[in-house]
């Protein structure tokens, strides 16, 4: 292994002036990402195939072995605080609460009666997803860079270091922007990158190790990164030794075939790779899913925690499982569930907001109208006085002596296709059941409305002429919109009885509270313990600071404090008999919680 320039004592960079006005912050403070705006579904799609098949001809991990393969070492104090946090650069009040949360210096935490004080992790982990929609160098700035520099402006004695894993998210550009920001040993307000490649092994007290994995769109390791961590199996780590290992999970419908590679890469790293080494892998930290929820082995020490809570909108917990199977270098082991946040009440009644989906996403509601009153034009009910006092037969007669009749059979068939493609959650017939039964849905919506346009303009407002048509294609624009998405709501709000389509039903609700981070402590009798932190309601409203200290947070809440919580007992795993490397423990012990 290289020599490692992370350990070098580079100089802080200094304080930056303090701005008095949003125009001299450098960035843009931006709201939650809009999923279902009309323009960002395209550039997202478009993204996501440019990426998926670029991705299989130059996979940007394979260049990175040009870079040293270093191995950070901070095993030499007692022991260590370190956060983690995931799936971040969303909207700016949900993002920046997180970031000013894990910038200040100690957190004081009460559960059950007791107190907890927390402090400021040495090192920060980001484990994946850093930026959302796509990652475009001016979408890591508004929406990540810009929100933790205001947090934590400049260093303080103490500089706490920075290493990040990359999600689907940050591949949607090839990891370009991710090398950039994060390998190239720069400051991030007062957070210093210390990496060279996006994946990496931090050597940390008391014989624990933490592994970042890159596994690319959820597919795979690729063979020089499994190199270089048998390499530290094999030259740095000795029996006894306890693993961390974080990865970023593609948010994902059902078992597709990525997730099974990456899941038999995961139990391989395990199997062929630690085990041989003496070391045990005790606690898997995943992100992708966009809630709190933690497994632990029945039969076993290790520990499963799924933490996505760093500001982007919530995935809902109340279809979560009691009891999951996850790999293992034995095969698959039961765990069952032991935490989760927010609550399964909670998230049931958030779904009910699926059905205010037009007010959430106004542009994709005008779209459906207007490709209603487009399908008008072509059935030619603007000609002639078609539209007024339309019924069943005289409309289905219009489609079938429509000179464009076989495009709108076209467009039919290829509303089918498409239903059943977006029903990707299921699989067979029963997705092809389910493409039929949303694509039914829309089109007798269609048809429904043309009916109430015709009747309403026509009937009750009893207009004639071009007044009536015009009140006509109103009518089925406005009307359009709204039974367009409504039919999109009953559709998403059927199937989530039956556990499918969860982040097309959560994510356009863009719901930016219920947020966490993770603080882990590596103690001097060799344990480690977990904190899941939770913020009930991230900050609404800021003012800016210009007078306050050169190192203390750019803003404060112009209102309420948000306030952190511990959203369950403190989970301590791996203690020892004798803290120090190399020496005899006890097997680990189960959650305090």
């Known amino acids: ?44 799609a478009v993204r996501v195939l440019l990426s998926g098949m670029f991705s299989s001809y130059a996979d940007n991990r394979e260049s990175q072995a040009r870079e040293p393969a270093e191995v950070p070492d901070r095993s030499k104090q007692e022991d260590l605080w370190l956060d983690y946090v995931a799936d971040l650069g969303d909207g700016w009040n949900s993002t920046y609460t997180i970031a000013r949360l894990l910038a200040t210096e100690e957190l004081t935490l009460e559960h059950d009666g007791e107190t907890h004080r927390t402090e400021r992790g040495q090192i920060l982990v980001m484990g994946g997803d850093a930026v ?69 092994a931090l050597k940390l007290p008391n014989g624990w190790w933490l592994w970042g994995i890159d596994i690319q769109f959820g597919a795979s390791i690729d063979e020089v990164q499994l190199r270089y961590f048998a390499e530290v199996a094999a030259g740095q780590m000795q029996r006894g030794d306890r693993v961390v290992l974080c990865m970023s999970k593609e948010v994902d419908s059902g078992r597709n075939q990525g997730e099974v590679h990456s899941d038999r890469d995961v139990a391989y790293l395990e199997r062929e790779i630690i085990q041989p080494s003496g070391a045990q892998l005790l606690l898997y930290l995943r992100s992708g899913k966009h ?131 977006f029903a990707h959650d299921a699989t067979g017939i029963r997705r092809v059941l389910l493409g039929l039964a949303h694509s039914t849905l829309q089109v007798s919506s269609v048809a429904g409305v043309m009916l109430a346009a015709s009747h309403l303009s026509s009937e009750s407002f009893e207009l004639e002429g071009a007044g009536s048509l015009l009140a006509f294609l109103g009518l089925v624009w406005l009307l359009g919109g709204i039974s367009g998405m409504m039919g999109m709501a009953g559709y998403l709000w059927a199937t989530g009885y039956v556990g499918l389509h969860a982040t097309e039903a959560y994510a356009p609700l863009h719901h930016q509270d219920q947020k966490h981070v993770l603080r882990l402590h590596i103690q001097a009798d060799g344990a480690l313990t977990v904190y899941p932190i939770g ?59």
């Not at 796509?134 to 920075?162: F, H, I, Q, T």
């Not at 109208?369 to 603007?382: D, I, N, P, S, Y």
């Not at 800021?542 to 948000?562: H, I, R, S, V």
């Open 535 to 593: 913020v009930e309601r991230v900050g609404r409203n800021w003012k800016l600071q210009p007078d306050a200290p050169a190192d203390a947070p750019w803003f404060a809440p112009d209102g309420p404090e948000p306030e952190p919580h511990l959203i369950e007992q403190p989970i301590r795993i791996g203690q020892s008999e004798t803290s120090g490397r190399g020496r005899r423990r006890r097997n680990a012990v189960r959650s305090a919680a």
């Open 1 to 44: 292994m290289a020599e490692n320039p992370a350990d070098l004592d580079d100089p802080p960079a200094p304080c930056p002036a303090r701005p008095a006005a949003d125009s001299e912050l450098g960035f843009v403070r931006r709201p939650m990402v809009r999923w279902f705006d009309p323009h960002q579904l395209v550039d997202t």
């Open 132 to 200: 959302y929609p796509v990652p475009k160098a001016g979408e890591y700035e508004n929406r990540m860079l810009g929100p933790y520099r205001s947090a934590l402006p400049c260093a303080p004695a103490d500089a706490p270091e920075l290493f990040a894993i990359p999600g689907s998210h940050d591949w949607y550009d090839g990891l370009v922007n991710f090398t950039s920001i994060f390998c190239r040993n720069r400051w991030i307000g007062g957070w210093r990158t210390r990496q060279r490649r996006s994946y990496f």
């Open 291 to 421: 809630y709190y929820s933690r497994y632990e082995e029945q039969d076993g020490p290790r520990h499963h925690i799924e933490s996505g809570g760093g500001g982007a909108f919530l995935h809902p917990t109340h279809n979560l499982r009691e009891h999951a199977e996850f790999p293992g270098p034995e095969g698959p082991s039961t765990y069952r569930r032991a935490g989760t946040y927010p609550s399964a009440a909670f998230s049931r009644s958030l779904r009910k907001r699926i059905w205010l989906m037009p007010a959430y996403n106004l542009p994709l509601a005008a779209v459906f109208g207007t490709v209603q009153v487009l399908l008008a034009f072509m059935l030619g009910l603007h000609l002639e006085d078609r539209h007024v006092s339309l019924g069943v037969v005289d409309l289905l007669r219009a489609m079938w002596e429509s000179p464009t009749a076989f495009l709108l059979s076209l467009l039919v068939l290829a509303s089918l296709v498409g239903m059943v493609r």
